[in-house]
């Protein structure tokens, strides 16, 4: 069966990596066979009928003050519990999928290496492609068919397309299911799958900057958890479950089913778990025992 890998990227907007979120530049999205991105298109589809939005873009969402006061935003005085609902029905659709996705501190590579002429996003598009092969040994071991690649499109940026490509053929040497690659614009069925894509990039950009640059703990939030559920053991994520965000997992569990459906199909193996009794606490609750 073939296999189809939607990405994005984010924070790609200063190849210096000094302007404020562009530090840490990511592409990330999903891959799943096809027939489930059909499946998926028919149910993100039905989400964003019911809430009367055209598609869904992360950084327009996330943008509280912009969708209160711009008349021609489909969030346009949208009160806070109805977009915490929207954002996790959608959420838990796109989480079904496998998470894949590359990262790199590219402020720091600036500071480093100074005379270094490579195009900057060579480096997360390595990262990427390596993630890639990773993910497919672990989910899909015995997969010989070729793997097609659909990118959101990136107008007018000839360096961004040529390096990606020239990254794709290099990959290609090394695993022959490495398919030919596309771009396409979210908005277009079929390619909705771009549109939670969109939603994981966003949200990984977020999480890489303290990670990488800072050396913090990684603070993950319920909806990081709900959208990298089916992340592969022993992977870069593994946010710590803490006292309080496992109450507010299982707040929002009570609050949205959508919440409730993505939580109870977490293993918790690549979890760093804050305690056992913790950890039980929140899967009996979940259980409804």
Same mark, same amino acid.
């Given at each position: 069966m073939k296999i189809v890998v939607y990405a994005d990227e984010s924070g790609t907007h200063d190849p210096t990596g000094q302007q404020k979120g562009s530090e840490v530049p990511v592409i990330s999205g999903y891959m799943d066979y096809l027939e489930n991105w059909t499946t998926f298109c028919n149910e993100w589809e039905a989400v964003l009928d019911r809430y009367k939005v055209p598609y869904f873009h992360f950084r327009d969402f996330d943008d509280r003050d912009d969708r209160k006061t711009n008349t021609k935003s489909p969030y346009y005085l949208w009160n806070d519990d *109805? +977009?915490?609902?929207? *954002?996790? /029905? #959608? +959420? /838990?659709?796109?989480? $079904?999928?496998?998470?894949?996705?590359?990262?790199?501190? #590219? $402020?720091?590579? *600036?500071? #480093? %290496?100074?005379?270094?002429?490579? %195009?900057? %996003?060579?480096?997360?598009?390595?990262?990427?492609? $390596?993630? #890639?092969? /990773? +993910?497919?040994?672990?989910h899909y071991p015995h997969l010989t068919e070729k793997i097609s690649f659909f990118f959101d499109q990136k107008k007018d940026d000839e360096k961004w397309v040529s390096a990606l490509h020239k990254m794709a053929a290099e990959y290609r040497k090394k695993d022959g299911r490495i398919g030919e690659l596309a771009f396409a614009d979210k908005r277009d069925y079929p390619h909705w799958p771009l549109q939670a894509a969109d939603m994981i990039a966003f949200r990984s950009r977020r999480l890489a900057v303290p990670r990488l640059e800072k050396k913090e703990l990684q603070i993950a939030t319920t909806f990081d958890i709900i959208l990298q559920r089916n992340i592969r053991p022993n992977r870069r994520f593994r946010p710590t479950i803490t006292p309080a965000l496992s109450k507010e997992m299982l707040e929002l569990s009570e609050k949205h089913p959508s919440v409730k459906r993505a939580l109870n199909e977490l293993t918790g193996t690549y979890f760093h778990l804050h305690s056992l009794e913790t950890t039980n606490h929140v899967r009996t609750k979940l259980s409804g025992n």
């Open positions: *109805k +977009a915490e609902a929207f *954002k996790y /029905e #959608l +959420a /838990e659709i796109a989480g $079904r999928h496998i998470p894949i996705g590359g990262m790199y501190n #590219l $402020r720091e590579h *600036k500071k #480093l %290496y100074k005379e270094d002429k490579t %195009y900057s %996003y060579t480096y997360v598009f390595f990262t990427f492609f $390596r993630d #890639l092969i /990773e +993910a497919v040994s672990t």
